[in-house]
């Protein structure tokens, strides 16, 4: 169940449930992301869409909540998942 | 950066090479004052940083110091090469009896700075070199190893001077070379460097450039000289496309994407990486190409930043397409290059199949910058396709 998502022309990033609105997550993801793609509020983290395109593949964000909760897809690749390294 | 003659001859004063006695002056009053001290006949020259100076009517003679003051006055309201006179620079008027030229410049290919010395001087260097080469010396030095006044007196022994004068001009050369290396300058020329009646030497024109880099270590000097940091002394003032690529450029402090030169041509260029922007010019030039910019990009800038930077190149009229050339990347990331551009060119209202005539940036991120590039149909090559043949292939479309 996604709750925060954005699409950019190359990088779309969704953010599950219930990551998405607790306010130590969006901390955590606001603070790992190199190129402020999430912002952290009480309610939970709000995706800032112009910066989605900056989005370095990292996968730094993808470590926050379970596996899978976070997701970066890669619109210029037929939307494969970025994979969180090991 | 450029300096006006006066500041040139300051640094070359310093340096210990013998200048008239003089001053400057930013009133016509003061022009009496300073030709009244110098004593005797003056010459009275508009300090702008452009040349033609004495067909415009920027230099002129006074005997008294009221001729000072009508020459000042005249001087400081003209306009030379639209510049108009940072103020006038009063020199005693020397007795000459034969001209010469003392240059160092940096010869790029070589990678040292080489002195040259003409016998023929008071005309433009280049002219002499085309027309009479035999009277043109060159001479390389090393920037490593400590100044040899031999070299110079062999320099200028070259062209048959010998005794006193052969000892006189040789030490004014290791000077001005000496000041070449001090202060960081691309160039530094006497012209002339005149003999006078009496037999002694004196630099009676002086022209000196800065290398832009050397400003931050030369600091102290240019307080000394009151040029402030916001002078940037360009050979030209900017284009208001090169001011809106510096804004980009300013925009974010990652990497670079911008330092935009204007041209007239239709290929709009996004290149860079290590002195590759200068190669890709070249080749561009080479095969016939006319590109509409100079630029650097590297450093690993943003999308944003570089897709900015393509949305400005695709502004200017005239640009048919782009080629994306860079070298081989380790500190950029070719991935994000190829986001920045194709977003430019899509928000520019253009599709990047058509527009990029090639994109050529092998290196750093590669497989998956070349992902999407064939998403969006953008011609590419590898690092096994030379800069040159990319530039090459880059003129045959726009020709095409």
Known sequence: ?86 | MRFYEFEAKALLGQAGVPVAKGGTATTSDEAARIAASVGGEVVLKSQVLSGGRMKAGGVKFAATPDEARAAAEHILKLEIGGQMPRCVLIDSKQPVKKEYYAGVIYDAVAKLPVAIFSDMGGIDIEEVAEKNPEHVARVHFSTFQPLQEFKFKELVASLGISGNELNQISRIIARLAKAFLTYGLTLAEINPLAQLEDGSFIALDSHCDMEEEAREQQSAVLDELGIGREETRLARPPTEFEIRGAEVDASDHRGVAGRVVEFDGNLGCVIGAGGGSLTIFDALRKHGGKPANYCEIGGNPSVKKTCELTKLILSKPGVEKICVIMNVVSNTRVDIVARGVIKGVIESGYDPAEKIAIFRIPGSWEEEGYKILEKFGVDYADRTVPMSEAARRAVEKVKA
Do not use: H, W
Request: with cysteine.
């Open chain 1, 1 to 86: 169940m996604t709750q925060a998502s954005g699409s950019g022309m190359f990088i779309r990033v969704e953010v599950d449930e219930p990551v998405a609105s607790d306010a130590a997550a969006a901390k955590q993801l606001a603070g790992v992301c190199p190129v402020d793609i999430f912002e952290a509020s009480e309610s939970g983290v709000t995706i800032v869409d112009k910066n989605l395109d900056e989005c370095i593949l990292c996968g730094l964000c993808l470590a926050v909540g379970p596996a899978g909760a976070v997701r970066v897809a890669k619109l210029y690749d037929a939307g494969a998942l970025l994979v969180a390294a090991v």
